[in-house]
């Protein structure tokens, strides 16, 4: 066991809510915090994965990087839902879609990940195991979505470890009916399940992988604030 803080987190226990949002890139952390919550006290700073706790409407969250990749991650979700007493992650994130009904902009809300990565192998089962979303999370986004007028969609995401593959399993992918590709779903999902938490993906279209189409760096931390409202709506 890791004494606190850990590693990677720089916090006292008691510093962080029980429910954390997070997203990839720091700064879009921050730009949470400053948009969306008072009082916001940062709490972490470790490796620039920068995490802040402040009060949504009144109710305590806090939102933090998680930096790109299944062991990154991996690794923050980890000690938030080990060594913090973090009982709900939500993970704000992009993808890129693979469906046509989908458009830039459009959120995908994940209940399954499936992934190419072989993060599961760690805990030794006799099969594969399928990481799904926690329901009331999700069935509450999708509420959310429904009342505020969203386009989203419900289904699977690939967790992919490759951002810039050799060659394109696309075509397997699509035949399975996966809505978009992400990079960290499946780590969480299965930290939240072997620590009996509770987990939810939701990503914005940043690009599409059959049109070509594309936003920018900027947009992506700035602009995608729809997703943002629907998790701190779950607090």
Known sequence: ????????????????????????????????????????????????????????????????????????????????YNFYDVKTIIRVGSAGAYSKDLKIGDLILAQGACTDSNYGHQYRLDGYYAPIADFDLLRGAADECERLGYRYKVGNVLSSDVFYADVSGLDGWLKMGVLGVEMEAVALYMNAARCGKRALVICTVSDHVITGEVTTSEERRTTFTHMMEVALSLV
């Open 1 to 80: 066991m890791a004494n606190i803080p850990t590693p990677h987190i720089n916090a006292q226990l008691g510093e962080i809510a029980e429910t954390v949002i997070m997203a990839g890139d720091p700064l879009r952390a921050k730009f949470m915090a400053e948009t969306f919550l008072t009082d916001a006290v940062q709490f972490n700073s470790v490796r620039g994965m920068l995490g802040f706790t402040g009060y949504y409407k009144g109710k305590r969250v806090s939102v933090m990087g998680h930096g790109m990749g299944i062991p990154s991650i991996g690794i923050y979700t980890y000690e938030l």
